[in-house]
T-cell receptor, first 117, second 115 residues
Framework: AQKITQTQPGMFVQEKEAVTLDCTYDTSDPSYGLFWYKQPSSGEMIFLIY??????QNATEGRYSLNFQKARKSANLVISASQLGDSAMYFCAMSSRNRGANSKLTFGKGITLSVRP | DAMVIQNPRYQVTQFGKPVTLSCSQT?????MYWYQQKSSQAPKLLFH???????NEADTPDNFQSRRPNTSFCFLDIRSPGLGDAAMYLC??????????????FGAGTRLSVL
C-alpha cells in the first residue's frame, strides 16, 4: 500500500522569501511518480511539478523545485521568491505502476501556505 | 488552451432531488476521473473511465453514477443527494491510466450544496 505523509501545520512565509513544504512517502513499488498540486481557495487543483522515481535530477518548473531524496523517501516542494498568489493548500501525491491495475493518485492531507506581504 | 471544464461552478440542490454535474475536456485524454473533496480533506476518487470502460471504487456509494457519452464529456449523477454529499466535486483527466508518469489535470470543480 502507498502512503503520503504531510505533517506540517499551517505554514507562513514572507513575500519574496523561499519556503519548503515537506512530503514523505511510503511504497513497495520500485517505480513511482511524485506530484505536487496547488489548490487555491477557489477550489481548482493545479498541477505544479512531477518527479519520477528513476529521474536522476530533481525536477524544476519555474519557481518550483522538488527536492527528491529517494533513500529518505522524501519529496519536498521548494517555492522560491514567494508571491501573495502562492497562498493556497498544497497536496503531495503519488502514483505507481500498480502491477497492471489502474494507476491511482494517493494524496497527502495537504499543507496550507500563507504568504505575508 | 486545452483544458478541463466543469459546469456549473456552484450547484444548489434539494435533499433527495437528482442532480447532474458535467465535465468536458479538450485534451483528448483517454481517462476521466471524478473525485469528491470535503472541506480540509484530500480528494477521494469515486470512479473513472478509461475510454468507455467504467471503473468504480469499492467504497463509492450506489447513489453516485457516471456517464461518458463520448471522449470529451463525462457526467456525475447523484440520484438522491443527502446532506453528507455536500462537497466539492473535481473532474480530472489523464492520457492513460497505467503508469507512474501519469499526470492528472483537474478542472476548477463544482461546489455542491444540499438544502
Amino acid at each position: 500500500a502507498q502512503k503520503i505523509t504531510q505533517t506540517q501545520p499551517g505554514m507562513f512565509v514572507q513575500e519574496k522569501e523561499a519556503v519548503t513544504l515537506d512530503c514523505t512517502y511510503d511504497t513497495s513499488d520500485p517505480s513511482y511518480g511524485l506530484f505536487w498540486y496547488k489548490q487555491p481557495s477557489s477550489g481548482e487543483m493545479i498541477f505544479l511539478i512531477y518527479q519520477g522515481s528513476y529521474d536522476q535530477q530533481n525536477a524544476t518548473e519555474g519557481r518550483y523545485s522538488l527536492n527528491f531524496q529517494k533513500a529518505r523517501k522524501s519529496a519536498n516542494l521548494v517555492i522560491s521568491a514567494s508571491q501573495l498568489g502562492d497562498s493556497a493548500m498544497y497536496f503531495c501525491a503519488m502514483s505507481s505502476r500498480n502491477r497492471g491495475a489502474n494507476s491511482k493518485l494517493t494524496f497527502g492531507k495537504g499543507i496550507t501556505l500563507s504568504v505575508r506581504p | 488552451d486545452a483544458m478541463v471544464i466543469q459546469n456549473p461552478r456552484y450547484q444548489v440542490t434539494q435533499f433527495g432531488k437528482p442532480v447532474t454535474l458535467s465535465c468536458s475536456q479538450t485534451l483528448n485524454h483517454n481517462v476521466m476521473y471524478w473525485y469528491q473533496q470535503k472541506s480540509s480533506q484530500a480528494p477521494k476518487l469515486l470512479f473513472h473511465y478509461y475510454d468507455k470502460d467504467f471503473n468504480n471504487e469499492a467504497d463509492t456509494p450506489d447513489n453516485f453514477q457516471s456517464r461518458r457519452p463520448n471522449t470529451s464529456f463525462c457526467f456525475l449523477d447523484i440520484r438522491s443527494p443527502g446532506l453528507g454529499d455536500a462537497a466539492m466535486y473535481l473532474c480530472a483527466t489523464s492520457r492513460d491510466r497505467i503508469g507512474e508518469y501519469n499526470i492528472q489535470y483537474f478542472g476548477a470543480g463544482t461546489r455542491l450544496s444540499v438544502l
